[in-house]
């Protein structure tokens, strides 16, 4: 199999990177559809699935689930409602989902810890896409089409949570260089001309046809 993970600050546009790796490679790409399958398997709603991916939980919330497995007839809601489930079951389907993909066939991964996940596979690739921080907050404002001063908490908030999310399950460093193959400013190079390099280097390394 070849895979290639891509790891992105928020704001960076490595979603779109991957798209057009693995469009251009016919490779299968595993972005969204992370969140659709985690919930399918779970039985939880995607728009929570979404809402909790790459990011630890706060105080407030781990106090509240520990309260909640404890005694949860003390929290408000119907008593016959389902608990949602504990993040270290959302990370082990997470990580089931990788490790199945990566059996399946030629893979583009987005996020998700995948590139911790494969750490110690010869067949990947791992990409880490980055810019400086006010061409993050610029293509956030864009994006979200909110003021600047908006974008740069969302943007802070958001790259801070994923360094915490692969420290905390992981035990690494998510912007770390020796964890990746290729470092990418797509501020400088473009999207598209980040695209154009990882797809050069997967044609050589996994004689990816043309």
């Known amino acids: 199999m070849a895979i290639i993970t891509v790891s992105r600050m928020y704001g960076s546009g490595g979603s779109e990177v991957a798209e057009r790796i693995a469009h251009e490679l016919g490779w299968q790409l595993l972005d969204n559809a992370f969140v659709d399958e985690v919930a399918t398997r779970l039985g939880t709603p995607a728009a929570e699935v979404e809402a909790r991916e790459e990011r630890v ?12 497995l404890g005694a949860p007839e003390i929290l408000p809601g119907p008593a016959d409602a389902e608990l949602p489930p504990s993040e270290e079951r ?65 943007v802070d908030d958001t790259n801070r949570q994923r360094e915490q999310y692969v420290r905390t399950y992981w035990k690494r460093s998510w912007r770390a260089y020796e964890n990746y193959h290729l470092c990418l400013n797509t501020d400088w190079l473009g999207v598209d001309g980040a695209a154009s390099i990882v797809i050069r280097l997967a044609r050589e390394k996994f004689a990816a046809p043309a």
């Open 57 to 68: 939980p706060s105080l407030a919330q781990r106090l509240a689930a520990t309260l909640a």
């Open 90 to 154: 959302l990370i082990e389907v997470t990580e089931r989902i990788i490790m199945e993909a990566a059996s399946r066939g030629h893979s583009v991964m987005v996020g998700r810890g995948a590139q911790s996940v494969l750490a110690s596979r010869q067949d990947v690739i791992h990409v880490f896409c980055y810019a400086p921080r006010p061409a993050l907050v610029a293509r956030a404002a864009r994006r979200l089409a909110i003021s600047d001063k908006e974008a740069e908490k969302v």
